[in-house]
């Protein structure tokens, strides 16, 4: 698993911020972390940056949360999102996590916390390695579908120049019979035109 973090931070409070900051390097993450708390900032950096993390605070002076989640979720989807908040109704955790969060953990309990990060990286890269996954099962589809078309047209393709070589040694021994050589030339040519038409 990566150790080295980049984590958008959505926190009003530089003190909490940083404090999460030196939690995860404690416990052996490196962390290269941006603290925003309006929206205009969120989207911004989500915009502008990719991030292995985002962290939020559930209530901001101008701005919520579970917001912050709605908009993560349309722009990155793919990151893991994990509420780091004061205070966090049952209510509101059950909404958050409904809405695409990965976990949440109270302030007052931030023991939780590298659990909750080393669980939430987890769960993405096996997300990623599920959609790789799938994308090469899709390739391996596609690349039997052309075997089997190519094998198709090159069995096709076999047949009729097995009819023109036939033919053509039929031609060798017709050459006294000029009416059965226009037969066979005829059928000749209309099994070219078949090759040319594979």
């Known amino acids: 698993m990566k150790q080295t973090l980049n984590i958008l931070h ?12 030196q939690l995860l390097l404690k416990s052996g993450f490196e962390c290269e972390m941006t603290r925003v708390e309006n929206r205009p900032e969120v989207f911004d950096a989500l915009e502008k940056n990719n991030y292995d993390l985002i962290l939020a605070d559930c209530k901001l002076p101008d701005f919520s949360g ?17 509420f780091v908040s004061g205070t966090i109704g049952e ?23 590298v659990p909750a990060v080393r669980r939430a990286l987890a769960e993405a890269e096996e997300r990623t390695m599920c959609r790789q996954l799938q994308q090469r099962l899709r390739e391996a589809g596609r690349l039997e579908a052309i075997s089997t078309l190519s094998n198709g047209i090159a069995h096709d393709f076999n ?26 030339s005829g059928t000749i040519s209309e099994a070219a035109r ?3 038409s594979i």
Do not use: C, Q, W
Request: proline share 4%; no cysteine; hydrophobic share 40%.
């Open 194 to 196: 078949r090759g040319i």
């Open 91 to 113: 209510e509101t955790a059950i909404e958050s996590l409904r809405n695409g969060a990965t976990d949440y953990v109270l302030k007052d309990r931030l023991s939780r916390l």
């Open 66 to 82: 579970l917001r912050a989640l709605e908009i993560a979720h349309a722009l990155k989807p793919e990151t893991p999102f994990v």
């Open 10 to 21: 959505i926190e009003d409070s530089r003190e909490d911020s940083e404090l999460i900051r």
């Open 159 to 184: 047949n009729i120049l097995t009819i023109i070589l036939g033919h053509a040694s039929l031609l060798t021994m017709e050459h006294e019979n000029p009416d059965r050589v226009l037969e066979i």
